[in-house]
């Protein structure tokens, strides 16, 4: 799973593999050491929201964690249609807003 980050939006990309594993498990997760601690890494993460009460994209972010989540019937058919994007907006402190993509990359091979 790719993670880009430009200005105020955050995009995850999934392999075909990627998609697969997540229908399949609810979550994905990859995490970047970016020190010689531990908790020097960044994790980003992809889940199955089921508390979600709508069909809005989230977004939570803690210490050194970022994870996009995907309520239910979102997830399920995004997973399971030849639809390639999901698009959402959230508001953030400030007034401010992230935009989030998340996209199947189903040409990428590497």
Partial sequence: MKLRLEDNTLRLRLSSE???AFQQ??????VVPL???VSDRLVYA???DETA?????????TAGRVVVRLPPSVADTWT?????SLRGTV??????VVHILVEKDLGCKH
């Fill in 25 to 30: 498990e609810g979550r994905l997760e990859t």
């Fill in 46 to 48: 992809l889940q199955r």
């Fill in 80 to 84: 399971s249609s030849e639809e390639v």
């Fill in 35 to 37: 020190g010689p601690s």
């Fill in 53 to 61: 009460t709508d069909s809005a994209l989230g977004i939570s972010y």
């Fill in 18 to 20: 990627e998609v697969e």
């Fill in 91 to 96: 508001a953030v402190a400030d007034n401010q």
